[in-house]
């Protein structure tokens, strides 16, 4: 895959989830049993990112550092960026410019939970397109609240619309982008919306206008959750529980991914799992290490069965 950066936008007040959010950053908020951060950090990873800004209030900054240090923990390198007030998602572009350094990059909003079979191979393919930006449409009931793609029958992008009372699809954009180089001197061309805000349709509009703006639709095999009420929040806490309580497997568990994609050894993953004490998420680390040193010691006995039988036969053919 193309080597991009990552920048996870954990900005902005949460003034619909008061009173939960005067005393603390939305995305700092437990989402069922990790902190709603650890979601879209967990889709940054799948996408081969290791080096992360994340967007935050001067106020919350601290916290964040709190929680999440450097990075080094889990084998990435965290960069922490203050957004002083919420002007808009492409904002986020003019913050990160010296960041990025003319690397292409991937933004994920920090109150987004992305969940399907093949993703990671959805990743791939977006990440592989360098000259362009790709962005998901996701069809939902009522697509007023979002911004709204329309694509032809050939999948062109007709029209983008920031939250439309008559909206001209039922395709909602959803909190993930992957913008090429150019994306920072872009967003300075970006001139504040009716709402005072710097749009990422707006940003998206350039790409369109010279044809170079993918849309992939993610199907019904997909679940894309925001978390921007009090009902969403704990739909999606519930859709969480729900997966794991039934596959026994972790959502967004990010230990288990830096340690599936060799970031960390087994030795830093049963530190991890040490530093969560006795919660159930320190057991489910113990678990994933005891299961894959049984899978190791499968390994190493069936390679010394091949190696003894290939010596059996050697000898066999040697001593015909």
Request: aromatic share 10%.
């Amino acid at each position: 895959m193309l080597q991009r950066k990552g920048i996870i936008l954990a900005g902005g007040s949460g003034t619909r989830l008061y009173p939960v959010t005067r005393g603390t950053s939305k995305q700092l908020l437990p989402l069922y049993d990790k902190p709603m951060i650890y979601y879209p950090l967990s889709v940054l990873m799948l996408a081969g990112v290791r080096e992360i800004a994340i967007i935050t209030t001067p106020l919350d900054r601290p916290a964040f550092e709190r929680l999440l240090g450097i990075g080094g923990q889990w084998g990435l390198n965290f960069t922490f960026i203050e957004q002083p007030t919420p002007d808009g998602l492409a904002q986020a572009y003019l913050l990160a410019e010296e960041f990025l350094a003319g690397s292409p990059s991937i933004m994920v909003l920090g109150d987004n939970i992305f969940y399907g079979h093949g993703f990671v191979d959805v990743l791939a393919r977006a990440s592989m397109h360098a000259d362009c930006a790709t962005v998901f449409g996701y069809e939902v009931a009522d697509p007023r609240a979002y911004g709204v793609v329309e694509c032809d029958e050939a999948g062109r992008v007709l029209s983008i619309e920031e939250k439309p009372q008559a909206p001209r699809s039922n395709l909602a954009l959803t909190g993930l982008y992957f913008f090429d180089h150019r994306a920072p001197s872009l967003a300075r061309a970006i001139r504040p919306s009716m709402r005072g805000e710097l749009e990422i349709t707006s940003l998206m509009e350039f790409y369109r206008q010279e044809g170079s703006l993918r849309v992939d639709i993610l199907g019904r095999g997909f679940a894309w959750l925001d978390t921007g009420t009090h009902d969403s929040l704990l739909q999606a806490a519930e859709f969480v529980r729900t997966i794991e309580h039934r596959q026994g497997l972790k959502i967004a568990c990010i230990e288990e991914i830096a340690f599936r994609l060799g970031y960390i050894d087994g030795s830093a993953m049963e530190y991890l799992a040490d530093d969560m004490g006795k919660s159930s998420y320190g057991e489910y680390l113990r678990k994933i290490l005891a299961d894959e040193s049984c899978r190791s010691r499968r390994r190493q006995s069936m390679n010394a069965a091949s190696i003894e039988l290939e010596e059996q036969r050697s000898f066999a053919i040697v001593n015909r």
